[in-house]
Nanobody, 125 residues
Framework: QVLLVESGGGLVQAGGSLQLSCVAS????????MAWLRQTPGKGREFVAA????????AYADSAKGRFTISRDNAKNTLYLQMDSLNPEDTAVYYC??????????????????WGQGTQVTVSS
């Protein structure tokens, strides 16, 4: 089992920045990809960004391109999401997720097997 713990959320003004972190433990040797997804009331978890743990290839939602950067630190078993130029529409609970095997579509919630507890990001106008 993979255990994920997110941190770094908080309150920030529009135009500001935050960096989220996700520390993974447990069966990390079988992990092939990790991602950030976010959730607002009444909606499912929306894809934000993903990165392969095999080749470091990354992908972003259109809303995140040019503003967010996903990265990893293999030695620390840690995933990061650097968020710049935040706006109120980015307000959500952000979740770290891990996939234990190759998936057809990394953008869908069902592709991931393990989830953290989430960290709240609130952007004021």
């Amino acid at each position: 089992q993979v255990l994920l713990v997110e941190s770094g959320g908080g309150l920030v003004q529009a135009g500001g920045s935050l960096q989220l972190s996700c520390v993974a433990s447990g069966g990390t040797n079988s992990r092939v990809g990790m991602a950030w997804l976010r959730q607002t009331p009444g909606k499912g978890r929306e894809f934000v960004a993903a990165i392969s743990w095999i080749n470091s290839n990354s992908a972003y939602a259109d809303s995140a391109k040019g503003r967010f950067t996903i990265s990893r630190d293999n030695a620390k078993n840690t995933l990061y999401l650097q968020m710049d130029s935040l706006n109120p529409e980015d307000t959500a609970v952000y979740y770290c997720a891990a996939a234990s095997g190759v998936r057809t579509d990394y953008k869908v919630e069902s592709s991931y097997d393990y989830w953290g507890q989430g960290t709240q990001v609130t952007v004021s106008s």
